[in-house]
């Protein structure tokens, strides 16, 4: 992903999505960040969390590096899990948390 890509991704979710929403990633495709996407990717104020659902190793060490060690002014609020169904249940919670 361009950091083009990245932004169109952005306004796709302003676009589409009430906020604060919180995302679903569900790595089953292979792909890959420029530098500037890796820097602003989900930097949005209105994401409220992220689960990234993971079924290989490569997948969730590229999330954790993504997470941990790309600087970027926003700090994600990202867990990462092998099983869908837990990860959609988390990101209820998270979203039944926020104060309406």
Do not use: C
Request: charged content about 20%.
């Amino acid at each position: 992903m361009t950091l083009a890509m990245v932004n169109q991704y952005h306004e796709f979710l302003l676009s589409h999505l009430v906020s604060p929403f919180s995302l679903l990633i569900n790595k089953v495709n292979a792909y890959t960040y420029d530098f500037d996407a890796q820097v602003n990717l989900a930097t949005l104020k209105e994401i409220n969390a992220m689960a990234v659902v993971s079924y290989t190793r490569s997948t969730k060490i590229s999330t954790e590096y993504l997470t941990s060690l790309v600087p970027r002014k926003v700090v994600w609020k990202l867990k990462i899990f092998t099983n869908r169904d837990e990860a959609l249940n988390w990101l209820k919670l998270e979203q039944g948390s926020l104060k309406h």
